[in-house]
């Protein structure tokens, strides 16, 4: 074992052990684990105007997506885990079904997608259309939803 210590506060204090014999309390530790995809850019068939359903746009992406804490990390298989390349895979096969009126509707099938897998808890998703208003800014859609 190295040499990490760590004080001890009860009513021993100041009392010095090693690190391996300091046990972790299950009460006061919450694990929280997130899968993140920034920045995530792509071109689509998605708006109301006609000219939006001709032509494909570019959409970004952000979603940062809470998951049940992989138990299993000591394996370091990725069969453990839901992978963002899943997600990103699901995101654009949704683009491929086809034009998409509203950015909500694509951000609502977005957070179905990940919703199917059974260890995401929530989702907080964020899509713009950063050439809508050209030099002056982006527009889009953002929500968060938790599985009940």
């Keep these: 074992m190295s040499n990490i210590f760590q004080r001890v506060t009860s009513s021993n204090a100041g009392q010095v052990v090693a690190f391996d014999q300091v046990q972790a309390s299950p009460q006061i530790i919450t694990e929280s684990q997130k899968i993140l995809i920034h920045d995530y850019q792509l071109d689509m068939l998605i708006g109301v105007w006609d000219h939006e359903k001709e032509v494909r746009q570019r959409v970004i992406i952000n979603a940062d997506i809470t998951v049940e804490p992989n138990q299993n990390w000591q394996q370091d298989d990725f069969r453990h885990v839901l992978s963002y390349m899943d997600i990103i895979d699901e995101i654009e096969s949704i683009t491929q079904t086809g034009h998409i009126n509203l950015l909500?509707?694509?951000?609502?099938?977005?957070?179905?997608?990940?919703?199917?897998?059974?260890s995401v808890q929530e989702v907080s998703l964020k899509i713009?259309?950063?050439?809508?208003?050209?030099?002056?800014?982006?527009?889009?859609?953002?929500?968060?939803?938790?599985?009940?």
């Design 104 to 118: 909500e509707t694509f951000a609502n099938k977005i957070v179905e997608a990940c919703f199917a897998h059974k």
């Design 128 to 148: 713009e259309k950063p050439e809508i208003l050209k030099e002056k800014g982006r527009v889009g859609v953002q929500l968060t939803k938790k599985r009940a």
